[in-house]
């Protein structure tokens, strides 16, 4: 361990950088009358602000639906920004969970967060794993 090694934990972790942490700008929230293009727009101003990563929620509405808010963030941020997505623990099952996954692979996501709930211990153990299943090519 890092105590052990007599290294601070960020170096013990492999960490090449200690004088500054990469943020990411978390939004992309459901609300009455937020477009897809209103939400290109909010992440756009993220970028705007120095963030080179944004996050943005997914799965409460159908896929087509989520499809078009992914499209409208992708292009507004670009494709040198990390576009990431928070489920919440949205989807009940693995074929629902591939549904929405098949429609944002051509956007790129950089993670898929929480895509199961915790509590169901058939899908679980996906949590851990789910970048490889949901953004490989």
């Known amino acids: 361990?890092?105590?052990?090694?007599?290294?601070?934990?960020?170096?013990?972790?492999?960490s090449v950088v200690d004088d500054r942490v990469p943020a990411y700008a978390s939004g992309g929230y459901y609300l009455e009358g937020k477009t897809p293009a209103k939400l290109g727009k909010e992440m756009e101003s993220y970028v705007k602000q120095g963030f080179k990563a944004v996050k943005m929620k997914v799965g409460r509405l159908t896929p087509a639906e989520e499809e078009a808010r992914?499209?409208?963030a992708r292009r507004a941020i670009g494709d040198d920004v990390l576009l990431t997505l928070?489920?919440?623990?949205?989807?009940?099952?693995?074929?629902?969970?591939?549904?929405y996954v098949r429609r944002?692979?051509?956007?790129?996501?950089?993670?898929?967060e929480e895509p199961f709930a915790a509590w169901n211990k058939n899908l679980s153990y996906i949590n851990l794993f789910w970048l490889i299943i949901a953004c490989r090519r």
Do not use: S
């Open 1 to 14: 361990n890092a105590r052990a090694a007599k290294l601070p934990l960020h170096q013990y972790l492999g």
């Open 70 to 72: 992914v499209k409208a």
């Open 86 to 99: 928070d489920a919440n623990n949205a989807w009940r099952d693995l074929p629902t969970a591939l549904e």
């Open 104 to 112: 944002f692979e051509a956007y790129n996501p950089y993670w898929i």
